[in-house]
């Protein structure tokens, strides 16, 4: 019994629409021809843009890398697949897809800037960018925080000595203005995240000597690695009191998180150094290694996570009253997501003690 014997696949130059209101009409007209070009690229990849045009990704996809699997380097194939996994909700893919066929020596200028267009709008949403501006004013009866008594009483001897503060050292009270600026920035990769947080904060009043000046701004790197999660940060935060500048804090932090269901372990390293530009005596090098676990529920709404670990803080100056400090710290922390929200709830406890009186 011989096999049977199939018509060959005609020139499909006729089944190309002229305009994209051809679409649905010819998408019947091709998908009529798949028993007779079931080994042709070119065929697949024009049902796939038919069925694309026509609102039917399954099955653009489907058509689409069935030419693909008959021939990889077939060009309209390529491009029509990209928008497909775009689409598809597939962004990443789809933008390395781009890529790939704009290297193509062979691409025609008109398609090329096509492609260029494309991935320029792709990429803008795997990017976002916020920005707040806040002014508020006011009245406060103690802009300058001092205390509300006008002198102290120390016993010395079994003695009791009054002293009066002076003028400096009581309440001031006036009019205020605040002013806030405050940003971030994210932009997400295949396996990566950046983030940058930035803010600055002004209180203006009519007593200057207790005006505030802040800024601060931390960046965030995260990446997927192949067993475990990798989480790195580092930022800085300044702060002028009365036109002079009051501290500045230094820190980086790097996070190394298990990748897996149920619970996993982290570790943590993490170093700040504080600088008091008017007592640095007191400055000091802080750091801490930590350790602990992270479990998930199944359905990934509630999270529970514990950390302990050994702190340390040396001395800037030898002088520094209590000298070097060490102790340790634990955080307990749970997360549960509740519709559109989330309910977080952090309990913490740290100690640390002076190497001297």
């Not at 019994?1 to 649905?24: E, G, K």
Request: proline share 4%; with cysteine; aromatic share 10%.
């Amino acid at each position: 019994m011989s096999a049977p014997v199939f018509a060959a696949c005609p020139p499909l130059a006729d089944y190309y629409p002229q305009t994209p209101q051809q679409w649905p009409e010819k998408t019947g007209q091709i998908r009529f021809l798949m028993e007779q070009c079931l080994d042709s690229a070119e065929y697949f990849a024009l049902l796939g843009a038919a069925e694309m045009n026509t609102g039917h990704l399954a099955e653009a996809l489907e058509a689409l890398e069935r030419s693909l699997l008959l021939d990889s380097q077939y060009g309209a194939a390529q491009v029509d697949y990209a928008q497909a996994l775009y689409l598809n909700g597939q962004l990443f893919a789809a933008l390395e897809l781009n890529e790939t066929v704009l290297a193509r020596p062979d691409l025609p200028a008109s398609i090329q800037t096509m492609l260029q267009q494309r991935a320029r709008e792709w990429r803008k949403i795997n990017r976002s960018s916020t920005l707040i501006g806040e002014v508020s004013a006011g009245y406060d009866t103690n802009l300058n925080g001092a205390p509300s008594n006008r002198d102290l009483v120390l016993t010395l001897s079994g003695e009791s000595v009054t002293l009066r503060l002076g003028p400096q050292f009581q309440p001031a009270e006036g009019a205020f203005v605040n002013f806030r600026l405050a940003g971030n920035t994210s932009q997400m990769g295949l396996n990566s995240r950046h983030d940058l947080v930035y803010a600055f904060r002004n209180r203006s009043s009519t007593d200057s000597q207790s005006d505030i000046n802040q800024f601060d701004w931390r960046y965030g790197y995260t990446r997927a690695m192949e067993k475990f999660d990798l989480e790195f940060s580092s930022g800085t935060s300044h702060l002028l009191y009365g036109g002079s500048p009051l501290y500045s804090v230094y820190e980086a932090r790097s996070r190394i998180k298990a990748q897996g269901t149920g619970c996993v372990p982290l570790t943590e390293l993490a170093a700040q150094y504080q600088n008091y530009h008017g007592q640095s005596q007191v400055s000091g090098l802080e750091a801490g290694l930590s350790a602990g676990f992270e479990c998930s529920d199944s359905e990934g709404l509630s999270k529970l996570g514990f950390e302990g670990g050994y702190l340390f803080n040396k001395a800037n100056d030898a002088r520094r009253p209590g000298g070097d400090r060490r102790g340790w710290r634990a955080q307990i922390r749970w997360d549960r997501r509740t519709g559109p929200g989330m309910i977080s709830m952090t309990g913490a406890f740290a100690q640390l003690d002076d190497a001297r009186g």
